[in-house]
Every structure is written in structure tokens, then in C-alpha cells.
């Protein structure tokens, strides 16, 4: 069993943290990256709120807003073209009333300095989000419009380079709501989720004709909700289980049923999966801790024969000084290079990190192995010596070999 464990853990994909920096103090959240390790997010500064970023090699670079105080990126495709959304303002201030702002979804072409917002579709709207960008350019999220005879409701959307239209998604149910979150043009699909019945349901749509909304299903229980997907068509998300017992990220194959990841311990209830690259390795986040409720940012590979689920804060090198020491709290995106974005704790903060996977493990020390290893020099009672090791595996193959030979009804009769 020690040697399964230690050839467990030294198998596992280690990571080196690089913190992708501030741009004006105050938090930092990253939502993409592409397959050039660019990244994209928001941080929030001491002269305005929110502000979207670029980040590329250690440059964490300002998008600006429209006018309206601001900004944030979504997403970036491997072209570099950048999405999100921004705050402009549509009634201006007087003397009685402040200003009027609406958000408005964004596209920043690659090279160029100054976000555009992307056309409205028919339909009378008054906020619209651009959450995804494929590598063919087309752009999906959500709107709030007037749907006429259901009024004013959240929609996906689905923006096309080509055409330069906004086509609204359709719906599960008369008068309800859609949104769409992950496009993918290999696929010539989109995923997110509908309302379905007091709940919502994961859903995926052609980008040809978004109108069509396929239900997705769920783990059993009564919701579940669409993430990304990749160029094999394979959807992740997270869904309710039997008797909504507990929330738990998935993986739906193109052609096969909806598979859960579990959890990090059999007593927790919360898992979801955010991305997935085209080796299968996906990301998210996960329970962590059964008091008051910690998440932990997570890896899994539905390639693996025995997949399982990792949380990435034991694949991490650990910083000897504790108090500059991160807890990863969630992965938001993998490239296929397993690069992996997500946010997390760092001296109180919420800062955005980017994983870079290392080829030789053993030069990542998580912060676990390293108070292991502080705790025997300390001469903790939980650590062995050399000498101790040898004793404790003399006597384990002494017991393996009695048990071989043990009479078997001796051995019924202690079972």
C-alpha cells in the first residue's frame, strides 16, 4: 500500500505557480487562456472598478473600458481576438441623477487597442455578455431583451463574423430563459443551459441554428449546467445528483452517456468542471473541507484508465515563506499545451495564477511533502527514520508471508 501511494503521487502531473501580478492593487480574476498561454481576465484597481487584461509573458497589459467604469475579458481564441463585456453609458448624468449605464458585450480584434461592441440582435436589449470566442471568431454568451410575448428574458446568443449577425437562442420551455457559455468551431457547436421546469438544464445548440436547444440531461437530479467543450465533442459542466443530493461536475462524450467526476472525499457534495483540452484533462473546482466550506481548484483526466479526481493545490511548488503561500480556490481554463488559468488566495487577496506543468517532478515540493518533511526534522512523532522504514517493511512482509500460509479457515474466522 506505501508503495501504490508513493507511485500515485509521484505519477501525477506537478505544477510551478506563476501569479499573473495586478494592475493597480486590489483583486485579480482570469477566465481564458489560448493555446499561446495568453490569458485573459479582470482586476480591479484603485481608480476605476473592474478593468479587463491581457496577460502575456509576465505583462499584465489594461484593456480599458467603453465609458462606463468597467470592463472585463472573458475569453481569447488562438488568434488573440478577446471578448467580454463593458459598461456604456446610455443616459448621461444631470444635476438630479447620476449616469445610466448598461452592459454591453465587447470583441477586441487581435491588434487592435480599443474594444468594439458587438451588435445588438433585433430585439429590444438592455445587457448583453459575450463569455466565449471560438478560433473561427464566433462569439456566444447571453442577453437580456424583450421577447415580445414573454417580455423582457435572458437568451443565449450567437454573434458570426461571416454574417455579422446576433441570433438569439431559443429555449426548453415557452417563456423561459437560455445562456450560453463555451462555442467550439470544430464542432460547429455551442453549450451552456435552458430553464427547464423550475430548474436548468445543460443544453447544446448548432451554431447554424441556435434556435434548437438539445437537453443535455443531468446525474440524476433536477439541474445541471453546460461549461465548454472540446474539439472532439466531448461537453463538461457540473449537475445535481439522485434526489439533488449532491452538485457534481461531468464530462458527456459526443456519442455516450453523461459521466461524473467525483468528489475529493466521499463525505463532500460539490464538484464542477469549467474546461477541457483536447487530451481530455479538465478543470475545475471542488469541496475541500467539511466545516466551513473551502474550495479547492481541481485537475481530472477522462483519458486515464482509473481517473480520479486532484486537487491541484497538492501538484503545486510550495513558497517557503507561509504567508506568501496560495490557495488555489478554482481553475478556470486548460490549453492543450496543459497549461492551466484559474484564481485563487494569496495573502488575503485574490490573485490569478497560471500552472505551468514541469517535466521532472521532483523538483515540485507541495506545501504538504514540505511541512512533512519540516515536521520529522522537528523530530515529529508522525515520521520514521531510515532505520524505523526498514523495521515497518520487515514486519509487513512478515505478515504478508503469514498470511500465505495461514490456515484458511483461520482466516474465514477472523473475517
Not at 509573458?57 to 488573440?80: C, F, K, R, V
Not at 448621461?92 to 447620476?98: F, G, K, L, M, R
Not at 491588434?111 to 445587457?127: A, C, D, H, R, W
Not at 437537453?215 to 465548454?228: C, E, H, M, V, Y
Amino acid at each position: 500500500m506505501v508503495l501504490m501511494l508513493a507511485s500515485m503521487t509521484a505519477s501525477a502531473q506537478k505544477y510551478q505557480v506563476i501569479d499573473l501580478g495586478q494592475l493597480s492593487g486590489g483583486s485579480v480574476t482570469v477566465y481564458d487562456l489560448n493555446s499561446a498561454g495568453i490569458a485573459v481576465g479582470a482586476a480591479s484597481g484603485s481608480t476605476f472598478g473592474w478593468h479587463g487584461f491581457r496577460w502575456q509573458d509576465g505583462l499584465m497589459t489594461d484593456l480599458g473600458e467603453l465609458d462606463g467604469g468597467s470592463s472585463y475579458a472573458t475569453a481569447i481564441n488562438a488568434d488573440g481576438d478577446i471578448v467580454g463585456a463593458a459598461y456604456r453609458i446610455t443616459t448621461a448624468a444631470t444635476d438630479d441623477s447620476a449616469a445610466v449605464t448598461q452592459l454591453r458585450a465587447v470583441l477586441l480584434p487581435s491588434g487592435i487597442s480599443e474594444f468594439t461592441e458587438l451588435p445588438s440582435p433585433e430585439q429590444t436589449v438592455t445587457e448583453m455578455k459575450a463569455l466565449d470566442i471560438d478560433d473561427a471568431g464566433n462569439v456566444v454568451g447571453y442577453v437580456y431583451a424583450d421577447m415580445a410575448d414573454s417580455g423582457y428574458a435572458y437568451r443565449g446568443f450567437v454573434w458570426q463574423p461571416d454574417t455579422g449577425l446576433t441570433q438569439v437562442a431559443g429555449v426548453l420551455e415557452d417563456g423561459g430563459s437560455s445562456a450560453l457559455r463555451g462555442v467550439n468551431a470544430a464542432r460547429l457547436q455551442a453549450v451552456g443551459y435552458a430553464s427547464q421546469s423550475g430548474y436548468v438544464h445543460a443544453v447544446r445548440i448548432d451554431t447554424s441554428n441556435p434556435n434548437v436547444l438539445s437537453d443535455l440531461g443531468t446525474l440524476g437530479g433536477n439541474s445541471s449546467q453546460g461549461a465548454a467543450l472540446n474539439d472532439a465533442g466531448v461537453v463538461v459542466g457540473w449537475a445535481s445528483t439522485a434526489s439533488d443530493a449532491s452538485t457534481e461536475g461531468f464530462y458527456l462524450p459526443a456519442a455516450g452517456d453523461m459521466q461524473g467526476i467525483g468528489q475529493l472525499d466521499s463525505t463532500f457534495q460539490y464538484s464542477k468542471a469549467t474546461d477541457i483540452n483536447n487530451a481530455g484533462l479538465l478543470v475545475g473546482s471542488a469541496q475541500s473541507n467539511t466545516g466551513t466550506v473551502i474550495y479547492h481548484a481541481v485537475v481530472y483526466d477522462t483519458a486515464a484508465n482509473n481517473p480520479g479526481l486532484q486537487d491541484l493545490n497538492a501538484l503545486i511548488d510550495c513558497n517557503s515563506d507561509s504567508n506568501e503561500r496560495w490557495t488555489l480556490t478554482e481553475a478556470t481554463a486548460i490549453n492543450d499545451q496543459g497549461q492551466i488559468v484559474g484564481y485563487g488566495a494569496k495573502a488575503g487577496v485574490t490573485r490569478a495564477f497560471l500552472l505551468n506543468p514541469v517535466n521532472d517532478n521532483s523538483d515540485v515540493i507541495s506545501c504538504a511533502e514540505a511541512d512533512a518533511a519540516s515536521y520529522q526534522n522537528a523530530g515529529g512523532g508522525g515520521a520514521q527514520a531510515p532505520g524505523e522504514w526498514l523495521l515497518l517493511a520487515l514486519l509487513l512482509l512478515a505478515k504478508l508471508g503469514w498470511s500465505r500460509w495461514e490456515p484458511i479457515w483461520r482466516r474465514r474466522v477472523r473475517l
